[in-house]
């Protein structure tokens, strides 16, 4: 079986130059299970006690 490349080895393959898209600074902490900014808000609609 042929061995497995990271995303940037296969993208090297397709394409000459690559370059980061910038992304704006984190205004919050990261919460949740998968630290992503904004989880316990998103929840709250769904849990309205916030409650995970």
Do not use: C, H
């Not at 704006?24 to 995970?52: F, H, N």
């Amino acid at each position: 079986m042929p061995e497995r490349l990271s995303a940037r080895e296969m993208v090297a393959l397709v394409a000459d130059d690559v370059s980061e898209i910038p992304y704006p600074e984190r205004q919050s902490k990261p919460d949740g299970p998968l630290t992503w900014q904004g989880y316990r808000d998103s929840i709250a609609v769904v849990r309205p006690s916030g409650r995970g």
